[in-house]
């Protein structure tokens, strides 16, 4: 099932690229500078690998544009609240603090998600995982 998918992206890009000229869709070197994600979404990498050095074979196929959800303004628990960690329980926390204000979010939870979109003190935040 992977390898048909990385031939429908590989074709897909051929394609695109007939279609598009002998410059391929943006005056790129050519197919080995285009990457297809796996919602087929063409991506020109010509800047990692001219001007960053990178190499072609460090590249896999991409998992597209939102493919994992950000948490976005989560809700809050307080001491008391049915959601709020009891005494004794154990778990790994990412945790913010700026002045009088603290978050903390679970790592169970940001592998699933990786970035949360939230609020501290009034000030946007964006804690990553």
């Known amino acids: 099932m992977q390898q048909r998918r990385g031939t429908m992206a590989?074709?897909?890009?051929v394609a695109l690229l007939a279609a598009c000229g002998e410059d391929g869709p943006?005056?790129?070197g050519g197919p080995e500078h285009l990457l297809v994600d796996l919602n087929g979404r063409v991506w020109d990498?010509?800047?990692a690998l001219e001007e960053l050095g990178l190499d072609r074979d460090g590249f896999g196929h991409g998992i597209g544009v939102d493919a994992i959800p950000p948490i976005i303004d989560p809700a809050v628990a307080h001491p008391g609240d049915p959601d709020y960690p009891v005494d004794g329980s154990a778990f790994t926390l990412l945790g913010v603090s700026r002045n009088d204000s603290a978050r903390a979010y679970r790592l169970a939870t940001l592998v699933r998600h990786e970035?949360?979109?939230d609020s501290l003190?009034?000030?946007a935040l964006a804690a990553n995982y």
């Not at 590989?10 to 890009?13: D, P, Q, Y």
Request: aromatic share 6%; charged share 0%.
């Open 45 to 47: 990498i010509s800047y």
């Open 26 to 28: 943006t005056g790129s």
């Open 115 to 117: 970035v949360v979109n």
């Open 10 to 13: 590989l074709l897909a890009a």
């Open 121 to 123: 003190g009034g000030v």
